[in-house]
């Protein structure tokens, strides 16, 4: 089974909304850590939000937020106020354990298109 | 936050030779690196782990004697793509664990090298 799911392989958004990008996980682990990156097409992978298993709150990074459901298994990314910068390939991570040299597993992506 | 660099960022060669790729933490000590594959539009798919001082662990179906990983200092992973064939060819990327501003209790985050790109004629 995939560890890591994004079950959106393309999204548009216009200039300006928000824009909500998915992401569910399976894992035994009570401790992980979810993670989303950015990859433009120069292919350089840009972090933008970690969200802690154990964390309370949703992780809000500028604009971008994550919208976690734990019992849902489900980790989405919120990108508010969307740029033509924004267009890119979105991963969504997970790294399993309590070593910080843990690997992470990554999703098959979400390419975003932003309309001006 | 820590920086990661690889050289080359991309690289041309005719099928049959060997390709060797950098990764180095330049502003701080990495015991542990990563190597990752990305063929187009696809997903990264963990190669190998990169460990100072001791063998490269392989993830199931990569080949060690093909794709060779040399971690000889704290700074430095070396990839080295052996007799290369045109289905090589793919986006090379490095990762390595380092202490950010962030705080993520136990977790390091791991910064990631612009990557490098193989086309293997």
């Known amino acids: 089974a995939q560890k890591i799911t994004q079950t959106q392989p393309g999204m548009f958004v216009q200039e300006k909304e928000a824009v909500t990008l998915d992401c569910t996980y399976d894992?035994?682990?009570?401790?992980?850590?979810l993670f989303w990156y950015k990859q433009p097409s120069s292919g350089e992978m840009i972090f933008l939000i970690y969200?802690?298993?154990?964390?309370?709150q949703n992780a809000t990074e500028g604009r971008y937020s994550l919208n976690f459901q734990k019992a849902r298994k489900s980790a989405n990314l919120v990108i508010s106020a969307s740029q033509l910068g924004d267009s890119a390939m979105y991963f969504c991570?997970?790294?399993?354990?309590?070593?910080?040299?843990?690997?992470?597993?990554f999703g098959k992506g979400t390419m975003l298109l932003v309309s001006p | 936050g820590a920086v990661v660099s690889q050289h080359p960022s991309w690289v041309i060669c005719k099928s049959g030779t060997s390709v060797k790729i950098e990764c180095r933490s330049l502003?701080?000590?990495?015991?542990?690196m990563f190597w990752y594959r990305q063929f187009p539009k696809q997903s990264l798919m963990l190669m190998a782990t990169?460990?100072?001082?001791?063998?490269?662990?392989?993830e199931q179906g990569v080949e060690k004697d093909k794709f060779l990983i040399n971690h000889a200092s704290l700074t430095l992973s070396t990839l080295t793509v052996t007799s290369a064939h045109p289905e090589d060819s793919s986006f090379y990327i490095c990762?390595?664990?380092?202490?950010?501003?962030?705080?993520?209790?136990?977790?390091?985050?791991?910064?990631f090298g612009p990557g490098t790109r193989l086309t293997v004629l």
């Open positions: 990762s390595a664990p380092g202490e950010s501003g962030r705080s993520y209790g136990a977790y390091n985050e791991q910064f």
């Open positions: 894992t035994s682990d009570q401790s992980y850590g």
């Open positions: 969200q802690g298993s154990y964390d309370e």
């Open positions: 991570a997970m790294r399993e354990g309590t070593s910080g040299y843990s690997t992470l597993t």
């Open positions: 502003d701080f000590q990495a015991t542990t």
């Open positions: 990169s460990n100072e001082g001791s063998k490269a662990t392989y």
